[in-house]
Nanobody, 116 residues
Framework: QVQLVESGGGLVQPGGSLRLSCVASGFTFSNYAMMWYRQAPGKERELVASISSTGGSTKYADSMKGRFTISRDNARNTVSLQMNSLEPEDTAVYYC?????????WGQGTQVTVSS
């Protein structure tokens, strides 16, 4: 049974930091690229960051460059998203995803709220 379980969300003040984690099981983690997406109320889901199966390549949405860092640990089947300098506009549900070809797996999401 495939599972992606996100954690680390919560309420943070503007300018603060959070680290999201996603633990995967039920598939060969090291064969999959991993992504973080987010969806804010009333908006479409958008890609935050992605990382290749080996971790050697990463990509970020323009608004996250320099603030967010995606990383993975294939020995622990974990992908993380370090988020710094958070802004109210970063408030959203953050989803972890795994992709290999046409196969996609998704977690249930974790809420991130940036507010004073």
């Amino acid at each position: 049974q495939v599972q992606l379980v996100e954690s680390g969300g919560g309420l943070v003040q503007p300018g603060g930091s959070l680290r999201l984690s996603c633990v995967a099981s039920g598939f060969t983690f090291s064969n999959y690229a991993m992504m973080w997406y987010r969806q804010a109320p009333g908006k479409e889901r958008e890609l935050v960051a992605s990382i290749s199966s080996t971790g050697g390549s990463t990509k970020y949405a323009d608004s996250m460059k320099g603030r967010f860092t995606i990383s993975r640990d294939n020995a622990r089947n974990t992908v993380s998203l370090q988020m710094n300098s958070l802004e109210p506009e970063d408030t959203a549900v953050y989803y972890c995803g795994a992709r290999r070809g046409i196969i996609d797996y998704w977690g249930q999401g974790t809420q991130v709220t940036v507010s004073s």
